[in-house]
């Protein structure tokens, strides 16, 4: 295809089809099909090449977005495929889950009115098709070192340094409790928004690198943290965040009343036909369900309970429309399956005798920006009322949660539970155990996909430094 720099002018953005709503509700598919080789060239070629691309800058990994859109505009999938793995190990997942509107696209100068360039679905599309075309990651030039590296933790952080260590010649051994890799990937986000073929996939992608994953271990009871670091050269955590935030408000207790995560996992547990966890299949249908928290895993739960037949959900938010957290597209999605949205509330009371009844909520106002520069809500006295509800699911976000065993290893953490590890240049992501890094949601705070995946690779590029393998020796 021959460039236009005009094209961006002649030709709209054109996002990839999704399922009509009564469609997508009866089931768990992923909503958004996919690019066709000449439409993704085609909303490649809306690219205007800025000189200084912001869409790059904004990426927490820094894809090198305008250079992978003129691959592909020009047809040369595989050179596109290999250049999005330079940065990002999870391409074809940040393509589906990131929020592009307030990251990439949002930062794409054509954002301005001419509808911004369709990076997200392009960068879904590169890996999917290439994969299906026979592509793998190049490895030629990779040389074993002979070093080997322990990573506790399937999840983004934990395969995003198990892939610049390969590429490296150090081989990752990765061990996960759960029985798939991906961590929240697999069993947090819905398969609507990420199936979990996918991750299958790149589990395969990774085991032909020389990744080695041994699932279904548990660090702390069936092996411990010292029998890793006398077996290995270095040791990286990546075990993310699972502890739940609760509001502190009575009735957090009453039978009806759910935690997103254990809910959010069950639901995938039973799609994918495995053991139910400790609480079984928890099953919303029928239910008048009320979701408390606007953020994405708020989002993923309204869509859930649509899913499993709820006779109505309704979501409240502390503070506007326009400051709630959750992405933009799984807002509107959830609008148009059904879901009802009351922003400005706030819940001081899960109300029921002896299961959940309701929710006793007060409306908020937005006050003067608190300590980190969001509007603090502000509760408008004698404004209080009770939504009914037969089932209660809490995504207020989620707190770091480290095991016990690392303050035994010399592992120490910062006042809230997140780990210390060093800023310094040579060997980033270090803690104070100088033989263990960590990255991801335990040291960051939860956060996004993108982010972990970028802690990953950072980390994997200190134990590099740690144990002596010299990266650019190893990348030429």
Known sequence: MPDNNLQFLEIPRTDPEKLPVGVRIEGYSEIYSSFTPEGAGQQAGRCLACGNPFCEWK????????????????????????????????????GRICPQDRLCEGACTLNDGLGAVTIGSIEKYITDEAVKQGWKPDMSHVRNTGKRVAIVGAGPAGLGCADILARNGVKPVVFDRYSRIGGLLTFGIPPFKLEKDIVEKRRALMEGMGVEFRLGVEIGSDLSLDELSAQFDAVFLGLGTYQYVKGG?????????HEALPYLISNINHELGLPAGPDGWITLRDRRVLVLGGGDTGM???RTAIRQGAASVTCTYRRDEANMPGSRRDYKNS?????EFLFNRQPIEIVGAERVEGVKVVRTRLGPPGPRGRRVPETVPGSEEVIAADAVIVAFGFLPSPPVWLAAAGVKLHPNGRVRVS?????????TNPKIFAGG???RGSDLVVTAVFEGREAARGILGYIGVDQAEQAA
């Not at 999938?77 to 999870?90: G, V």
């Not at 800023?423 to 803690?431: H, I």
Request: proline letters at 9%; charged letters at 25%.
């Open 59 to 94: 990426c927490p990994v820094h894809n090198y977005i305008p250079n992978w859109l003129k691959l592909i505009q020009h047809g040369k999938l595989f050179e596109a495929a290999e250049l999005s793995h330079k940065t990002n190990s999870l391409p074809e997942v940040c």
């Open 249 to 257: 408000f009575p009735g957090e207790d009453l039978p009806g009343v």
């Open 300 to 302: 993923d739960c309204n």
């Open 335 to 339: 609008k148009e399956e059904g879901v």
């Open 423 to 431: 800023a310094t240049r040579d060997t980033p992501f270090q803690t």
């Open 441 to 443: 949601d335990m040291v």
